[in-house]
């Protein structure tokens, strides 16, 4: 609007200084009509503006084009002259218009101030995950009474992607007869591994990440593996052996006091209570085929049982 009142001030001063030349061309025929002076002179003015008619005329058509420009621009100064004052007749809306801006700007200051906590937390978890990873390094080997030595624990922390804690069942304590010790030791528990060492100086077994089911109840686990630790008390050859997915709905399962079984991990490996025959291990349930004198039907004879809680 500023613009345009600048040019309606200049094309109105620049009228005003024209105005004398248009008032003469509006009176150049007007001489007629002056009867208050002589004859004579009327007859020289007619002349005079005879001589200089077309001069006059084309300065009146001039200042009669600077008209109709100003009447144009006063038009449009019009009609932003209405939108300006429309805008302060709508006072409620221009009052919300603010509130809805201000709570905008206070929706962006919370997000900046909220991105900038965001930040330091990231910094906070990156440095604890930092120290946490330097701490687990530290912890030492487990080797209780002789179970597992550093190289077997090693071994299955690196197929597990986690340490080895403490003991949950160990067949030289607890009972693995007709007793629901073992079934008491490992329902409910989830991330265990189970090691098996027969009479032949075997170590073999499988880890579960699932929570295990109650007893008489298939655990299923798709990330479930078997394991061969050590075969006839060397650890040359230690493998994992994933289980075929048909399967994973088989990766672990107690029984019933009254059932001759005491286990089954991984879909095959299946061991016996204490005292019953036909302890075993069968193929054709992992991916990679395992490959030892005591895998494939043939029984064994367990020596000693245990459960380690993995962390």
């Not at 030595?149 to 030289?172: A, C, M, Y």
Request: proline share 2%; charged share 30%.
């Amino acid at each position: 609007m500023e613009a345009i009142l600048n040019k309606i001030i200049f094309q109105c001063t620049a009228f005003k200084n024209k105005l004398p030349d248009y008032i003469r061309a509006q009176n150049i025929t007007y001489i007629k009509d002056r009867e208050d002076i002589p004859i004579a002179e009327r007859i020289k003015v007619a002349e005079e503006n005879l001589e200089h008619f077309n001069d006059y005329h084309a300065k009146g058509e001039a200042v009669k084009g600077d008209l109709n420009d100003l009447r144009l621009d006063l038009d449009a100064l019009m009609h932003e002259l209405s939108e300006e004052v429309r805008k302060y007749e709508d006072k409620e809306g221009s009052y919300n218009t603010l509130i809805d801006t201000l709570v905008y700007l206070e929706q962006k200051k919370a997000q900046q101030e909220k991105q900038i906590l965001q930040t330091q937390i990231d910094e906070i978890d990156s440095t604890f995950r930092v120290k946490e990873k330097s701490l687990e390094t530290k912890k030492k080997q487990i080797s209780i009474n002789g179970t597992l030595d550093e190289e077997e624990v090693s071994k299955i922390k690196e197929w597990s992607g986690k340490n080895v804690t403490n003991v949950l069942f160990d067949s030289n304590v607890d009972d693995w007869g007709t007793s629901a010790v073992f079934n008491r030791k490992v329902v409910g528990r989830k991330e265990v591994v189970v090691v098996v060492e027969d009479m032949k100086g075997n170590k073999f077994g499988g880890v579960i990440f699932k929570t295990i089911q109650a007893e008489d109840l298939n655990t299923a686990d798709p990330q479930a593996f078997a394991f061969v630790l050590k075969t006839k008390g060397k650890i040359k050859g230690a493998s994992k052996f994933k289980i075929l997915e048909a399967h994973t709905n088989y990766a672990f399962g107690c029984y019933k006091d009254d059932h001759p079984r005491l286990f089954y991990i991984t879909n095959c490996i299946f061991v016996m209570k204490r005292g019953e025959g036909g302890s075993n291990c069968i193929s054709g349930i992992t991916e990679i085929p395992v490959k030892t004198n005591f895998w494939g039907g043939v029984n064994f004879t367990p020596k000693r049982i245990f459960v380690f809680q993995l962390h």
